[in-house]
């Protein structure tokens, strides 16, 4: 669902083409839609939706005949949702051939698979998702000896994240969990934090309420957002909860002071 059509262009400066969120709401709230050309990075604790959204985004893309490359570094990843989501049953087996999974098991192993994206051919890609980028870097700093290699390795994958969203003219779509700092009181960090955030142009933040969910625009290109847009989780992705309506309040969510740690 890139929208090549009107990408104006200022003295060569285009204007971003975007990629549907899979919710119009969603595409509304962020100006279209995911940028190609960057890193968009959703962040949140465990169960705030991360998995959800990144896939939403896929399987619309791959509804549209393009491929997307997952690197599944977690396992959340579940056949089943991306069946529930997708919007034609009928297209089940062409839309899931074109999600091309990874599963590397090691932080190594998933600096390997950016190794192996030269063999790609890169015309059929519309997307890359990365879920998540962290994980198996926090399993991995648990060895006192690897800690300089590893964010080395980290730094060298999110290079080459850019390069490629840049080159390719695609969205590569992170997900990164938060981890309480319970030295700070409701304190949240982003894992690898200041390499994630200067390596992606696009930040969002997932906070997790009761039964709904917020999501935060804490850094855009083109975008100023002072509300949160709220929604829930359902089978076919995600809906829109409309605040006034249902009276959700800012303190249904868990506070988190990532705006203050990550200085956004
Ligand atoms: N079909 C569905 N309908 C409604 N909610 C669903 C459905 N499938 C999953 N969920 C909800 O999605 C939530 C999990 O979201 P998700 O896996 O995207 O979180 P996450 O942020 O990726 O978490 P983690 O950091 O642990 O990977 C669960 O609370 C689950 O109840
Ligand atoms: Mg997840």
């Given at each position: 669902?890139a929208e090549e059509s009107g990408?104006?262009s200022?003295?060569?400066l285009k204007?971003?083409?975007k990629c549907?969120?899979?919710n119009?709401?969603?595409?509304?709230?962020?100006g279209?839609?995911?940028?190609?050309?960057?890193?968009t990075?959703?962040?949140g604790?465990?169960?705030?939706?991360?998995?959800?959204?990144a896939?939403?985004?896929?399987?619309?893309?791959?509804e549209t005949g393009?491929?997307?490359l997952?690197?599944?570094?977690e396992g959340g990843?579940?056949a089943?949702r991306?069946t529930?989501m997708l919007?034609?049953d009928?297209m089940?087996t062409?839309?899931?051939?074109?999600?091309?999974f990874?599963?590397?098991l090691?932080?190594?192993?998933q600096?390997?698979v950016f190794h192996?994206?030269s063999?790609?051919?890169?015309?059929?890609i519309?997307?890359?998702?990365?879920d998540?980028?962290s994980?198996?870097y926090?399993?991995?700093?648990?060895r006192a000896?690897?800690?300089?290699?590893t964010?080395?390795?980290?730094?060298r994958?999110?290079?080459?994240?850019?390069e490629?969203a840049?080159?390719?003219?695609?969205p590569?779509i992170?997900?990164?969990?938060?981890?309480?700092d319970?030295g700070?009181?409701?304190?949240?960090?982003?894992?690898g934090g200041?390499?994630?955030?200067?390596g992606?142009?696009c930040?969002?933040?997932?906070?997790k309420g009761?039964?709904?969910r917020a999501?935060?625009?804490?850094?855009h290109?083109?975008l100023?957002?002072e509300?949160?847009?709220v929604?829930?989780?359902v089978?076919k992705?995600?809906?829109?909860v409309d605040?006034g309506?249902?009276?959700v309040?800012?303190d249904?969510?868990a506070?988190s002071?990532?705006?203050?740690l990550?200085?956004?």
């Open positions: 669902m990408a104006a200022i003295n060569g204007e971003a083409i549907s969120t899979g119009q709401d969603l595409n509304y709230y962020m279209g839609g995911y940028e190609a050309g960057i890193i990075t959703i962040f604790p465990s169960g705030s939706g991360k998995t959800n959204l896939l939403l985004a896929a399987v619309r893309m791959a393009k491929k997307v997952i690197i599944d570094t990843i579940a089943e991306i529930q919007q034609n009928l089940k062409e839309v899931l051939s074109r999600l091309l990874f599963q590397p090691s932080f190594k192993d600096e390997m192996r994206f063999d790609i051919n890169w015309d059929e519309g997307m890359v998702v990365v998540s980028i994980m198996l926090r399993l991995e700093l648990g000896d690897a800690i300089f290699e964010n080395n390795s980290l730094g994958q999110i290079a080459s994240a850019v490629l840049r080159r390719r003219k695609i590569v992170m997900t990164n969990q938060v981890y309480s319970f700070k009181s409701d304190g949240v960090k982003m894992v200041d390499l994630l955030k200067y992606s142009k930040l969002i933040e997932l906070q009761e039964g709904v999501l935060l625009l804490r850094k290109r083109s100023m957002r509300n949160e847009f929604f829930k989780i089978g992705g995600i809906e829109k605040v309506a249902s009276a309040s800012e249904a969510f506070s002071d990532a705006k203050d990550f200085g956004l």
